[in-house]
C-alpha cells in the first residue's frame, strides 16, 4: 500500500521499519527536533533519525493546521497514514486526505486510557494487564472505531520504557494486519462505558511522597520511568529512582532502612520498597550499589527532606 508514516518517539520505531519493509512509504512526518540536555542542543528524535539515516525525505512541521502544509500532506496520495506516537493533532484536512483514512495505533486497550500517557497511567492505576489497539482515527480524542486490539499482562518490575517496548513491537505487527485487507475490515465502535483519559504526567507528580503505601510509590517510580523519573531529595541533591520493587520493612517515610549491594530500601507509609537502579543530577542511569560508592548514603538517613 502507499502510505504516510506520522511518528516521533522510539515507541514508532518498530512500526515504522515493518511498514518500511512491507509497502510503499511515500513520506515521514515527525515532531520538529526541541532543544534538550544541559547546553539545549537540537537533537533529532528517534523518528527523525532514522530517517536521516535512511536518507529519506522527512517532513517536521510545528503544525498541521496551515493549508499549505495540509495541500502538501494531501498531495502525496496516499491510501492511509499510520501514526504512532505522532504528538501532532491531525486536524479533518488531514484525517480525510487518505483515501482509507488515518490508523492510529494506540497503547492501550480503548476506551481505557485515551490520551497523551497511556502506558505510565496504566502502571501508576496498577491495572493488571494493557495492550494495543489499532483505531481509525476520527475529530475526537483517540474515540475512533477500533480494527485490532490485543492484551498483554504489565510484569511487576516492569517499567515505562520496558512496557513500551514490548507494546510496541506489537503495534507493529497489529498494524500490518490491519492493512491486509483494510478496505473490507470492520472497525468496531468503542463503548462508552470504560473510558479513561491518560493526562501527561505533571512535574508535580514526579515528586515522590514517602507517606504513600509502598505500593504506590513503586508503581510511581516504575511509571515514570525511564522519563521523567520520580525524584526525591537525597544528601543535599535530586536523586532520580528508576527501578524498585516492594520489601519488608517498616519506618519514618522516607527513612533509609538498608543501603548497599541488595539496593536502597526505604520506608514508605505502609511497607517499604527496595530501589535497584537511580540517577543523579547530570550523571547516568546506574545500580544503586554503584551509585551508593559515590554516594553518602546509609541506614537511618532520610529522603525527600530537601
Not at 238 to 256: D, F, I, K, N
Request: proline share 8%.
Amino acid at each position: 500500500m502507499r502510505l504516510v508514516f506520522m511518528g516521533t518517539p522510539d515507541f514508532a520505531l518498530p512500526a515504522l521499519e515493518a511498514l518500511a519493509r512491507a509497502h510503499e512509504v511515500v513520506a515521514f512526518y515527525a515532531r520538529p527536533p526541541r532543544p534538550a540536555g544541559r547546553g539545549q542542543a537540537t537533537r533529532p528524535g528517534p523518528v527523525a533519525a532514522w530517517a536521516e539515516a535512511a536518507g529519506v525525505a522527512l517532513h517536521t512541521p510545528a503544525g498541521l493546521g496551515d493549508p499549505a502544509v495540509q495541500a502538501a500532506f494531501a498531495a502525496h496520495g496516499a491510501e492511509v497514514a499510520v501514526v504512532a506516537a505522532y504528538g501532532l493533532i491531525l486536524p479533518g484536512a488531514v484525517l480525510a486526505a487518505p483515501r482509507q483514512g488515518c490508523l492510529n495505533i494506540h497503547a492501550s486497550l480503548l476506551p481505557r486510557w485515551r490520551g497523551a500517557a497511556p502506558i505510565p497511567r496504566a502502571i501508576l492505576a496498577g491495572d493488571a494487564a494493557t495492550g494495543v489497539s489499532i483505531m481509525r482515527m476520527e475529530a475526537g480524542l483517540d474515540t475512533g472505531p477500533v480494527l485490532l486490539a490485543e492484551a498483554t499482562p504489565i510484569a511487576p518490575a516492569e517499567t515505562a520504557g520496558d512496557l513500551a517496548l514490548r507494546l510496541a513491537r506489537i503495534g507493529a505487527r497489529l498494524v500490518l494486519a490491519a492493512l491486509d485487507g483494510l478496505a473490507g475490515r470492520v472497525a468496531v465502535p468503542q463503548p462508552a462505558a470504560g473510558a479513561t483519559y491518560a493526562a501527561k504526567i505533571g512535574k508535580a507528580e514526579a515528586r515522590i511522597d514517602w507517606r504513600r503505601p509502598a505500593e504506590e510509590v513503586d508503581r510511581l517510580i516504575r511509571g515514570l520511568s525511564p522519563a521523567p523519573g520520580a525524584w526525591t531529595e537525597a544528601a543535599g541533591g535530586r536523586l532520580r529512582l528508576l527501578r524498585s520493587h516492594p520489601a519488608a520493612g517498616e519506618g519514618a517515610p522516607g527513612a533509609v532502612l538498608a543501603a548497599g549491594a541488595e539496593g536502597l530500601v526505604v520506608a514508605c507509609g505502609r511497607g517499604a520498597v527496595a530501589v535497584t537502579h537511580a540517577q543523579r543530577e547530570g550523571r547516568r542511569a546506574m545500580a544503586v550499589a554503584e551509585l551508593l560508592r559515590g554516594r553518602a548514603l546509609a541506614r537511618g538517613d532520610r529522603l525527600g527532606t530537601g
